[in-house]
């Protein structure tokens, strides 16, 4: 089945979540979905396009999994094996100078209607998904959406788990999801 072509039953304004408290977080569209939410915009039937953009880097998603859902697969940012990232203690990266335009190439490749809904993915709803977003807004997708709270979700505060992404998001929210990956969706392979 497209998604593309999926349609909503209730109104978008009925469905989409409160902001974020992170500023970091916030988008210049101000609009936000949770991952049930999300789900629900690309499952539902009525009136407007729904696309669902993945933001992360390509190996994140071979080793955290993949949703099928997925209509489109370009990273904001890019891992750099070669760089390391002392504060972090962690490898590196770079913004991906090429997103706006790798993601409009594929928006025009899929026919995606410029008013179409645009839902921004990344790991946790925080620091990929916004400025995904806000990228796209700056070059007239007035409805995008960052997901708030990711595909992993969130870390838990305690318990056997504490420090672990296992607090809402796609994953844990029982969504589909797994480990296959779909070639004609992942970035650079087209």
């Known amino acids: 089945m497209n998604r593309l072509l999926v349609l909503l039953l209730l109104p978008l304004t009925a469905i989409a979540a409160d902001a974020p408290e992170k500023a970091s977080m916030h988008t210049r569209a101000g609009l936000y ?7 629900e915009m690309l499952t539902g039937s009525a009136e407007h396009e729904v696309v669902l953009v993945d933001v992360r880097d390509p190996v994140e998603l071979k080793f955290t999994g993949y949703t ?6 370009v990273p904001w940012k890019i891992i750099d094996a070669s760089s390391w990232d002392e504060k972090k203690q962690s490898y590196g990266g770079h913004v991906n100078k090429d997103f706006g335009t790798d ?8 026919d995606v209607d410029k008013q179409a809904h645009i839902i921004f993915m990344c790991r946790s709803g925080s620091t990929r998904s916004a400025p995904a977003a806000d990228a796209l807004f700056a070059m007239g ?3 995008v959406y960052s997901m708030v709270d990711g595909f992993e ?26 480990w296959k990956l779909e070639k004609d969706v992942m970035y650079g392979i087209q």
């Open 153 to 178: 979700g969130g870390k838990s505060k305690d318990g056997v788990h504490k420090g672990a992404r296992v607090v809402n998001g796609w994953k844990n929210s029982e969504l589909p999801w797994g």
């Open 68 to 73: 099928d859902m997925t209509d489109i697969h």
């Open 141 to 143: 997708y007035p409805n």
């Open 103 to 110: 993601v409009k190439s594929r928006l025009d490749a899929l």
């Open 33 to 39: 979905v949770d991952a049930l939410e999300a789900h």
